[in-house]
């Protein structure tokens, strides 16, 4: 469970649209602040199986340098596997196969450059690389089973006039979804969890509250019924708790961070849409951590029913000089 938020301290904030602006787009300033390495490790007693470790993809906050995975049986070196500074982009996963029960250790490592962001206007022309069709696809799930589900968040969406307008931008439209979630809910982390998926997404809007996770998937979910691709993403802050926030994906910009957490703590958006401020967090997808499955000679048997649920991020270990290329 996601469910600590510690809050930021924002340093750089986001310039509001102007119609009336001589400006005609924004772009994703970038600024190098450090580098890291991430790791972590898990044992199991007795564990046979698939480990499948999803490698955090780049992002505007993020450059993956290398990443290595290491899994041990029984004391001895079973596989190691690493990823270069050219690979991790175009490899999704890294996998390793443990054929028959055993005390199993494993240890990865992260080597990325941590990058301070603000969205500034702009004049000059902006390329922006368009998503692929599954990337897209992903980025706009829902989690509704059925029509009356789907309908009954698209009635709260035109109670609160949530649908986006012909005459607003991506941009427009998603700064005023943030501008009323940080008006009407509050952070708070429930007192029990509940199993069903429509039972909680009514608790969160009965209660008009949530912790990092539900807020941001609340403002993912209202964008992505109106269209527009949004990455909701976790990971380990610097002081070892969790956080979850959401990159939006805008057409002249591309994937822009967005900090709707803090956003509501604060009851204002200045400085949480296109930055993250110093907050320090290697990004994954909240949604798939480490999976596993059942393994039957070289064939894959039944479901992913052994799930060793490891981190996407552990431990931070940072190196104060931006331009150094060593860690500890």
């Known amino acids: 469970m996601l469910s600590s938020y510690i809050a930021v301290a924002v340093t750089s904030g986001f310039v509001q649209p102007n119609p009336q602006s001589s400006f005609h787009q924004y ?3 970038r600024v190098l ?3 890291f390495r991430t790791s972590f490790r898990q044992s199991v007693a007795s564990y046979s199986g698939q480990i499948v470790y999803p490698v955090p993809p780049d992002d505007p906050n993020q450059e993956i340098v290398a990443c290595t995975m290491s899994v041990s049986k029984n004391g ?7 990823l270069s500074a050219s690979e991790p982009a175009n490899q999704e996963v890294m996998i390793c196969d443990v054929d028959s029960p055993g005390y199993v250790e494993l240890l990865v490592q992260v080597d990325w450059k941590y990058y301070e962001t603000r969205l500034s206007p702009t004049n000059s022309p902006v390329e922006v690389k368009a998503l692929g069709d599954r990337e897209k696809a992903d980025a706009l799930k829902t989690p509704w089973r059925t029509k009356d589900e789907k309908d009954w968040f698209g009635r709260f969406l035109t109670t609160n006039n949530l649908w986006k307008l012909d005459s607003e931008t991506d941009l427009d439209f998603a700064v005023r979804a943030e501008q009323f979630e940080a008006a009407n809910f509050r952070y708070q982390i429930p007192d029990r969890e509940l199993s069903d998926v429509l039972a909680r997404w009514k608790q969160v809007l009965d209660s008009q509250s949530g912790e990092c996770w539900r807020l941001s998937d609340l403002l993912a979910q209202i964008l992505r019924q109106n269209g527009i691709p949004v990455r909701t993403t976790s990971g380990n802050l610097t002081d070892g708790r969790h956080h979850v926030r959401d990159l939006v994906y805008l057409n002249k910009v591309g994937w822009t961070p967005v900090e709707a957490t803090t956003a509501v703590c604060r009851q204002n958006i200045n400085g949480t849409f296109g930055s993250w ?3 320090t967090m290697l990004n994954g997808n909240w949604t798939t951590n480490v999976v596993t499955a059942t393994k039957k000679g070289n064939v894959r048997v039944g479901t992913f029913d052994k799930p060793m649920w490891l981190p996407t991020t552990g431990n931070l270990w940072f190196t ?3 331009t150094s290329v060593s860690f500890r």
């Open 33 to 35: 602040k450090g580098k």
């Open 277 to 279: 401020g110093d907050t």
């Open 320 to 322: 104060e000089n931006p």
């Open 76 to 82: 001895t070196l079973l596989d190691s596997k690493k």
């Open 27 to 29: 772009r994703l300033e």
